[in-house]
């Protein structure tokens, strides 16, 4: 069962219709109708041709040059041109075009009057010569004697001459050609609110696994190696020597400090999940940690120094600067005490990892996770062209933590298993989606649109008047017929990389969420989480694929964003237009019941009609006395006899008995209407 709507439902055409060729059988009888259709058929596909697949501008030729003997006329060469119609405007030979009476006409088309041919206001003026494709009816015959019963008088034209004109218009010129980042625009919408998302996403996507490890493994230890050691002595080492001092550290120090504090940090919360034996064993494993309490102590100077630092200076990043005061509050209260923070062992094991997680950060995933729903919601509900069926269903269902009230300053409220694991729930399922959406967004840009121009007219050059004299002709900036049509100009550079980034990226799986599985016992083998507070880089087939098409090579035509207008419609106006539709489909049903009544009426009315036409002749007065009518024939009342008069009783003779009586007359019968095609 078919399933697509198309244009007879309601769809818009925004192409030709469907074709219809005339099919010829022996004993067919041929009218103009039918030769005229396999005109029309022939002539519009071969203009689909040309529209579609090469689109407007110059084939070839048609170059434009001064003329010889100067003045305002230009001589146009012969060439090949095809519009945005479809049309073939071929120019067999030279011809000479007089711009200034171009212009001239211009001006009396624009102003409705003739001003004269003073030229002394073109001085510096650019206009743009353009060619037209016309028709011209000629070679008219006498038509030979019809059936019509009303025939064309005179003679008809028999021929269409196709042909060309020249005119001169604005100097600024559609561009036909198709960036492919205009339909991504499109897509994505307004592309600061699209990056908020995409950063939001990023930060999220950085501590996604580290909750799910965190919360499924609170009890677990975090394996210490060589690297965690090497992190340690580095990090122990560059705060020995930085981190005192007096007054708050000037920014660049500021952000150099915290990233050793959130190293160091990471260390010690890692050497705290074990247990004294297991902590015994990695001092004899790695000397260095044998300074553990120092470390703490060191930890503790650099984070009260870094909470007079000007961190809006530091960090003039928002989603960054919130990590920073995560790492500094974390950090005193996880790790500088003596024993650590036994009773938060959600936090401490974020901290091993090296993604702090503070009360403040948390109010703020909160908000990012409801951020990115509805910004992908509301893109889903404008995407016209969405490939990823599932995909607005998924981030609808998505189970979103309720936003909280912004915390007090530097607050360390312990986080809940629960609330790790919706918040890391949440942020992987949006993230997927994210990912989902701009794989669809991006494959989508690879198939360019129809051109639908009602420009028909081609540019030639352009041509600059000083008075009345045409000083100089430019031809490089017409367009220019490209294998494949216009619409792939830009393209041309930069295809063959989509094209290898599209076979990976667009028919590929969909990307997927994954949780991290833990061991089933031993320590728990998590990395360091390198450049948290750093620029986060976007890297991949999808990224580079995204950044190939929003980026103009040199010399192609910047894509154009969508300007959107965000409105909410008022509920009143909702209640109002679905009431209407309401009424609408009754009326709907309503007329659909008048007119199945009007056609059983008409049958009913045929059918009597065809009733009274075969009744015997001798029944016609029976009939009118049926219908309580006189009858057409005597004229008497239904219910007398032909011997009875209207006022005479039943025993009193007719005024005139001696007269003889007549012979009843026939009814008369209503002349029958012969139907189309009936033999007399």
């Known amino acids: 069962m078919r399933t697509d709507c198309g244009c007879g439902c309601g769809g818009e055409a925004t192409r030709t219709s469907a074709f219809v060729r005339p099919r010829f059988f022996a004993g067919q009888l041929l009218t103009e109708d039918d030769l005229s259709l396999l005109v029309e058929y022939t002539t519009a596909k071969s203009r689909l041709h040309n529209r579609s697949l090469y689109g407007p501008g110059v084939v070839c030729g048609l170059g434009v040059t001064c003329d010889p003997c100067g003045g305002g006329t230009v001589a146009v060469h012969p060439g090949h041109a095809l519009d945005c119609a479809g049309n073939d405007i071929v120019v067999p030979c030279t ?7 171009l212009v001239r006409e211009l001006r009396i088309s624009g102003l409705g009057v003739d001003c004269g041919a003073d030229c002394a206001d073109d001085g510096g003026r650019r206009y743009g010569l ?57 897509s994505l919408g307004d592309l600061p609110r699209a990056d908020r998302a995409r950063t939001r996403d990023r930060r999220l996507g950085m501590y996604t696994d580290a909750l799910l490890v ?76 044998a300074t553990v309490r120092e470390a703490r102590g060191v930890l503790g100077t650099a984070c009260e120094r870094l909470r007079g630092a000007d961190m809006e200076a530091a960090w003039p990043d928002l989603l960054r600067r919130t990590i920073a005061r995560a790492v500094v509050t974390e950090t005193a209260a996880r790790v500088v005490p003596a024993q650590g923070d036994p009773d938060a062992p959600l936090e401490v094991r974020m901290l091993a990892q090296g993604t702090p997680l ?61 609330e790790a694991q919706q918040i890391a729930e949440a942020a992987a399922a949006l993230g997927t989606a994210l990912r989902r959406f701009l794989t669809d967004a991006a494959c989508a840009t690879l198939n360019p649109p129809c051109g639908d121009s009602a420009d028909t007219d081609v540019l030639l050059a352009h041509v600059e008047l000083d008075g009345c004299d045409v000083v100089r002709v430019c031809s490089a900036t017409r367009e220019q017929v490209l294998p494949g049509g216009s619409a792939y100009g830009e393209w041309l550079p930069k295809l063959y990389r989509l094209r290898e980034l599209a076979e990976r990226v667009c028919c590929g799986p969909l990307p997927s969420c994954r949780k991290p599985a833990l061991p089933s016992e031993g320590p728990v083998a998590r990395p360091y989480a390198e450049g948290l507070l750093g620029d986060w880089p976007r890297t991949g087939d999808l990224e580079e694929m995204l950044s190939l098409l929003l980026t ?37 049903d309503l007329t659909a019941a008048l007119e199945g009544l009007r056609a059983q009426m008409s049958s009913a009315q ?75």
Not at 132 to 145: F, G, K, T
Not at 267 to 273: K, N, P, Q, S
Request: include cysteine; charge should be negative.
């Open 358 to 418: 503070g009360h403040a950060l948390r109010v703020e995933f909160r908000a990012d996770i409801a951020l990115i729903r509805e910004w992908l919601l509301g893109r889903l509900d404008q995407a016209a062209d969405l490939a990823d069926c599932a995909l607005r269903s998924d981030v609808a269902t998505v189970d979103v933590p309720p936003l909280l009230p912004p915390p007090p300053p530097d607050s360390t409220e312990k986080a809940t298993v629960a």
């Open 552 to 588: 103009p090579a040199p010399g192609e035509t910047p894509p154009k964003a969508l300007h959107e207008q965000v409105y909410t419609t008022p509920s009143e106006v909702t209640d109002s237009m679905n009431e209407l539709a309401r009424l609408r489909t009754q009326v709907s």
């Open 95 to 101: 011809e000479r075009v007089d711009v200034t009476a």
């Open 606 to 680: 045929t059918q009597v009609t065809h009733l009274a036409e075969r009744l015997p002749e001798r029944l016609g007065p029976r009939l009118a006395q049926l219908e309580g009518t006189p009858d057409q024939a005597t004229g008497e009342a239904p219910d007398q006899t032909p011997d009875q008069a209207p006022d005479q009783a039943p025993d009193q003779a007719p005024a005139q008995a001696d007269e003889p009586a007549k012979p009843p007359a026939k009814r008369a019968r209503a002349p029958r209407t012969r139907k189309s095609g009936e033999t007399p």
């Open 130 to 186: 353009y060619v037209r494709y016309q028709e011209s009816p000629v070679e008219p015959v006498a038509p030979y004697a019809t059936e019509e019963p009303c025939p064309a008088p005179g003679c008809v034209p028999s021929r269409i001459q196709e042909g060309f004109r020249f005119l001169v218009g604005r100097a600024d010129v559609e561009d036909h050609r198709h960036n492919p980042g205009t339909r991504l625009l499109a």
């Open 214 to 289: 965190a919360s499924l493994g609170t009890g677990r230890t975090f394996r210490f190696d060589a690297a965690d050691a090497r992190r340690y002595a580095t990090a122990l080492a560059w705060l020995r020597e930085n981190a005192g001092g007096e007054g708050p550290p000037p920014p660049p120090t500021a952000r150099e400090t915290t990233e050793h504090v959130r190293a160091l940090a990471a260390a010690v919360a890692r050497f705290d999940t074990y247990d004294p034996a297991g902590q015994e064993q990695l001092g004899r494993d790695y000397p260095d940690l």
